[in-house]
């Protein structure tokens, strides 16, 4: 079975500051890997996937995230925060032959300050 | 593309009590999905269709619980005897095919509270 282990429930940063939220997933077969955004009383926003290829991805609004098989870690990274990134994040995958479902991991509270 | 809506945003009911959600995928989506979300936790999955045909339940989805997609396009989940447990952020996706690569769009959620 999949999972996703999200270490840090928050994250406190100030603006402008740079910020790497973590990812870890557990998986004996290759997996397709998301990280996915929930603002305040907004569904869910992709912000980045990785399917095969180049292990940096890079997103929306600044954002990337380096999938790392050995350690298997998909990292989302952003230099230089804004107070507008305040959010939920939450990491994902799918196993590549079940394309059925995300399995979510429990998210990052990321809080930027002034 | 208008996205995926929900309705109602929020319910709150009282325990016992019979409640419907109701979800507009994107037009054209194939696939639908329906996740529960849990204070502090991440989006579990609860069932999928692929057009009108409801090709997987997970466990959590109880004999209370009922989802249909009669013509393909809205989908319905119905909770019934409703328990202080069901208590949740209902939510629902929805994707243009059945390929991973194929991003899942959200909608805003249904939030249920059982009193």
């Known amino acids: 079975a999949q999972s996703v282990t999200q270490l840090d429930s928050q994250v406190p940063v100030f603006e402008e500051a740079p910020v790497e939220l973590r990812c870890n997933y557990s998986?004996?077969?290759?997996?397709?890997l998301f990280w996915y955004v929930q603002y305040p009383n907004q569904g869910l926003q992709l912000l980045l996937k990785y399917l095969s290829g180049s292990t940096l991805v890079k997103g929306i609004n600044g954002f990337e995230a380096e999938f790392n098989k050995s350690q298997t870690s998909f990292h989302l990274r952003k230099p230089s925060v804004h107070i507008s990134d305040t959010a939920e994040y939450f990491c994902?995958?799918?196993?590549?032959?079940?394309?059925?479902?995300?399995?979510f991991g429990t998210g990052t509270r990321l809080q930027v300050f002034p | 593309d208008t996205g995926v809506s929900q309705d109602p945003r929020h319910k709150i009911t009282k325990r016992g009590q019979n409640v419907t959600f109701r979800c507009d995928p994107i037009s054209e989506h194939n696939r639908l999905y329906w996740y529960r979300q849990t204070l502090g936790q991440g989006p579990e999955f609860l069932t999928y269709?692929?057009?009108?045909?409801?090709?997987?339940k997970s466990r959590l989805l109880s004999d209370r619980f009922s989802a249909e997609r009669p013509k393909g396009s809205f989908s319905t989940l119905e909770i019934q005897r409703t328990e202080q447990g069901d208590s949740a952020m209902y939510l629902c996706?929805?994707?243009?095919?059945?390929?991973?690569?194929?991003?899942?769009?959200f909608g805003p959620g249904t939030r249920l509270t059982v009193l």
């Open positions: 996706a929805s994707s243009l095919e059945f390929w991973a690569a194929d991003t899942q769009y």
């Open positions: 994902a995958v799918i196993p590549s032959y079940n394309t059925d479902k995300l399995i």
């Open positions: 998986s004996s077969v290759s997996v397709y």
């Open positions: 269709f692929q057009n009108e045909a409801q090709l997987e």
